[in-house]
């Protein structure tokens, strides 16, 4: 995109005008802002618990209400933001002394926020020249989405805190499925052809394991399409976080495309299979639990080229049943 090369040439000039600094011993009070998904926050949880050794109050900013009951502590006060705007007029109001953001965050426009928000410590990955406004630089771009965040902790002089959430959990895998068809509404480009995940479903029903579908939103127009394939399917129609906790309890693994509900089944230690289309798995796969990738090796992919795929994603259409039924096959023999 030319106008990110500007940006970044710009940044790269402006930079050496923003003097980098070291962060303090403890901050009196501390942002914390994730943007992206609720798996981009899910991905962040080991930085967060690791964060609370270093701020005395800790102001947590996110898009999702459900991260809340993930995450939150007494320790924490959860803001919800929708723009950067809403963000920048948070943050003037709560005046923190420091601020970091994830890796899934948009450079320019968070170290804009930080800066006119008059926050003395600003920490975040400049991206290019892009977050030329930090004063405390994360670098490194590689690796899974977890370890780039935990650059942070690093950079911090801290040790991460654990992944899995402080919520009353048992597992008793017992032989369920939970098949997630969906994604969200602007990554269509990532969802598997329903019709082969019921298929999918079918064949692990035939030998003996009951089915579940689960969709919120938009999604649950596909659970109908996967549904029909299936004998007997048991429909989760925008479940609630603790109905999917008591379902977690019995479930042995996930079937689903690269979304946030396979990072929240790792959550509460749920293995999974996951296709990956366009995306790129060594970025985003499952972390902390056993789990299979279903993919097709492709020159193209993965593209990152997320808000501007014009090919017929043939990088998923190419997926067929019999390479996942291999993976749920490989996967189960681990377990």
């Known amino acids: 995109m030319p106008e990110r090369k500007i940006l970044d040439k710009t940044g790269k000039r402006l930079e050496k005008w923003i003097k980098e ?27 967060l618990r690791g964060l609370r050794k270093k701020g005395e109050k800790i102001f947590l900013f996110t898009h999702h209400p459900i991260i809340h009951k993930l995450f939150i502590t007494t320790h924490e006060r959860h803001f919800i933001f929708s723009t950067p705007y809403t963000l920048l007029r948070l943050l003037r109001i709560l005046k923190p002394q420091g601020a970091v ?27 290019g020249g892009r977050g030329f406004l930090y004063n405390i630089r994360i670098h490194g771009n590689n690796g899974h989405e977890v370890e780039r965040n935990m650059r942070i902790l690093e950079k911090f002089g801290l040790s991460p805190g654990g992944f899995y959430p402080d919520i009353p959990f048992k597992r008793k895998p017992e032989k ?16 598997w052809d329903p019709e082969k995940f019921g298929k ?9 394991w009951k089915v579940l579908i689960a969709g919120w939103g938009d999604e649950i127009n596909i659970l109908w399409k996967v549904g029909k ?35 929240l089944g790792a959550l509460f230690r749920v293995p999974s299979v996951v296709i990956f289309g366009p ?15 279903v993919k097709k090796d492709l020159p193209c992919r993965p593209c990152f080229n997320y808000k501007r795929i014009r090919c017929d994603v043939r990088c998923i259409k190419e997926i067929e049943v019999e390479d996942v039924m291999e993976k749920i096959d490989e996967l189960l023999e681990e377990i």
């Open 21 to 47: 600094t070291e962060p303090p011993e403890m901050f009196p009070s501390l942002a914390v802002v994730l943007w992206g998904g609720i798996g981009d926050a899910i991905l962040f949880s080991p930085v």
């Open 101 to 127: 953001t994830n890796v899934a965050s948009p450079s320019f426009k968070t170290s804009a926020v930080f800066f006119l928000s008059r926050i003395p410590y600003r920490a975040g990955f400049p991206e």
């Open 279 to 293: 995306t790129d798995e060594r970025r985003y796969h499952p972390w902390g639990v056993p789990y299979r990738i």
């Open 229 to 263: 394939y299936i004998d007997n399917p048991v429909y989760l129609k925008s479940p609630s976080l603790s109905l999917l906790v008591s379902v977690f309890e019995k479930t042995s693994f996930i079937l689903a495309n690269d979304t946030s509900f396979v990072h």
């Open 200 to 208: 999918a479903g079918r064949e692990m029903e035939k030998r003996g």
């Open 176 to 191: 369920i499925l939970v098949i997630h068809p969906g994604s969200g509404p602007r990554q269509l480009f990532k969802r």
